[in-house]
């Protein structure tokens, strides 16, 4: 057996609108955050829903 080292990003950014993953992050401890993406769906999306409101 291979003792290597392999790196895991316990952090990850996710979109607070449709939950796709918008990044990662090396972190100490699993770590979630949220943000807005700059998909187009999720911005039509997006807006459509303001526009109802």
Do not use: W
Request: charged share 25%; glycine share 4%; with cysteine.
């Amino acid at each position: 057996m291979e003792n290597s080292s392999i790196s895991v990003d316990l952090g990850v950014i996710l979109c607070k609108h449709c939950a796709e993953i918008i990044g990662t992050f090396d972190s100490e401890k699993v770590t979630t955050y949220y943000s807005d993406c700059q998909e187009p769906d999720c911005l039509e999306t997006r807006k459509n829903t303001n526009n109802q409101q």
